[in-house]
């Protein structure tokens, strides 16, 4: 920060004398590997990016785009690509990184940082920035389970295959032991490569097979508790409440809808997510400042507050 601070400021003096200047153009390629590019959060992230290169003016940088369609396997070889490409650094979003370790190495080895969010603490990478996913789960569980009382029977969706939707589901598990009276009708993880297809398919069969049993869905994250809720509505199923995490502007529209079974979601600051990233690149691989001077921690977590009915008109964009 001080690095740039101060050629900012030289460069303000030489304006103000009237001789004009421009900073020097510092190109960098940068690859991007998607865990799954379909998912919402990950466009978001890319969003937020997208922005903070345009407001800071880095035309000069150039960005490719890898989709690994929510495969371990293939996140690790796109990893492995860019490394081999001999890239400025690597951006990761949203992956599970526990196949990656020998393709982190190499762009270790090859002196290419890797900057991830919401991939979890890794070994060779430099910082991942992220929310903390036992506290969504820990803040929208009890939530739901108090909402729906006693008594009731609830579809239980996971998604081990993130670390992330892992955490909040193990959270879930842990919670729902304090609440006996409250009855797992089926419990379902949720294939990542087609996610909406796959919750669709799944609450489909659940909807035929239990009805207005079903009390509640509790969802990983927006896009499948939406899919949940579209299953719901089209078997007649009226009544079940549904969550969601992630707080996409469809979902929160959702949870303000009067009427709407979807109560509640998390709201993730994806497009912050994104430009914090584009600064810690900037600073650590453009402006070659000491990485522990400039990130403050190897997983930053930003807030992520609940959405309900009674906040939700604060979260509308």
Known sequence: MQFRAMRNGVLAALAGLGVSVSAPALALDIAWVHANAAAQSEQRVKAGFDAWL???GKADWTVSYLDSGGSGEKTAA???DAASRGV???IVTMADLRASAAAIQAAVD???PIFTVDSGDVKGTMVDVTTNNWAMGATVSPFFLNELGPGSKIIFLRMAEHHGTRKRGDTMATVLKEYPDIEVLAEHNIDYT???EDTTRSMQDYATRFGDEIDGVWAPWDEPAQAALNALKAAGNTHAKVIGIDGHPQAIAEVCKEGSQM???VSQPFEKMGAQTGE???DVVVEKQDAAAVIP???VYLDAPLVTKANCKDFVQ
Do not use: H
Request: proline letters at 0%; a neutral charge.
């Open 78 to 80: 796109n990893i492995q």
């Open 194 to 196: 087609a996610f909406f």
């Open 297 to 299: 921690s190897k997983v």
């Open 280 to 282: 810690w690149i900037e």
């Open 54 to 56: 345009k407001e800071t």
């Open 110 to 112: 090859a002196g290419i």
């Open 88 to 90: 400025g650094a690597i």
């Open 263 to 265: 109560i509640a979601t």
